[in-house]
């Protein structure tokens, strides 16, 4: 899809235009404003569409990785935010075979959920749930919150690019599309449940790499990789 290098040029030439109209004297404290959050909306805007456009042209990098690994670790990212919210997190990680894929880009996915779900809370605190299972061939990750919920009229929109229902400035609606496009690359499904007032949960299936080994049913873990083994031998993760 060549949708984000087409969308370039448009964009830098609104961002010329902004420029130059916050150039002009006598304008006003709120035009000057208005410009400014403007400013900041192309910025962002052509920030997610340089990483799209990479993300399209660079081929991703394979090797068995821990789904518990990639999921703490986008926890660990946003938890100083969730602590500005007094937001706890329940994290609860069961016995789960290796996924093979590009395990940069599905913890890039995952922080993009987690990061959703921390946003859509109040201020007053809260909880997200965050676990994973070994669901048949597949392995499961399951991030709920308990934040405002979603519309079921917006609820049908939520992967499609550029839709956000975040307050103006706050996000462009970029975050579910780019991580079902991740996930989609390795056969990972996602699947979005919402009721207004009474959270979101989101589920994630990805095909395991290799099934458990007989008799590892308990609630051990099993050998985790601390990282993506592409990054060895001069490869990198994409």
């Given at each position: 899809d060549d949708a984000a290098p087409r969308l370039h040029e448009p964009l830098q030439e609104l961002t010329s235009a902004v420029q130059a109209l916050a150039a002009e004297p006598g304008l006003s404290e709120e035009a000057r404003g208005r410009i400014e959050a403007l400013r900041r909306c192309c910025e962002t805007l052509g920030a997610d569409l340089r990483h799209l456009t990479g993300y399209a042209l660079t081929p991703p990098s394979r090797a068995p990785f821990s789904v518990n690994t990639l999921l703490?670790?986008?926890?660990?990212?946003?938890r100083h935010r969730a602590e500005e919210k007094k937001i706890r997190f329940e994290e609860r990680y069961g016995t789960v075979p290796p996924v093979f894929g590009p395990a940069g880009r599905v913890q890039?996915?995952?922080?993009?959920?987690?990061?959703?779900?921390?946003?859509?809370m109040p201020?007053?605190?809260?909880s997200i749930r965050a676990e994973t299972a070994a669901e048949d061939d597949r392995v499961t990750i399951r991030i709920r919150?308990?934040?405002?919920?979603?519309?079921?009229e917006h609820l049908r929109h939520v992967f499609e690019p550029f839709f956000t229902t975040k307050p103006e400035h706050s996000g462009?609606?970029?975050?579910?599309?780019?991580?079902?496009?991740?996930?989609?690359l390795i056969g990972g499904e996602i699947r979005v449940a919402s009721r207004p007032h009474e959270g979101t949960e989101v589920t994630v299936t990805l095909p395991q790499a290799a099934p458990l080994r007989p008799g590892r049913t308990g609630v051990d873990h099993p050998p985790e990789l601390s990282r993506n083994t592409a990054e060895e031998r001069g490869r990198e993760i994409a």
């Open positions: 703490r670790e986008a926890i660990h990212l946003c890039q996915a995952l922080q993009n959920i987690v990061i959703n779900a921390v946003e859509a201020f007053d605190g809260g919150d308990t934040g405002v919920g979603i519309r079921p462009v609606g970029l975050g579910l599309w780019t991580s079902q496009q991740m996930l989609g």
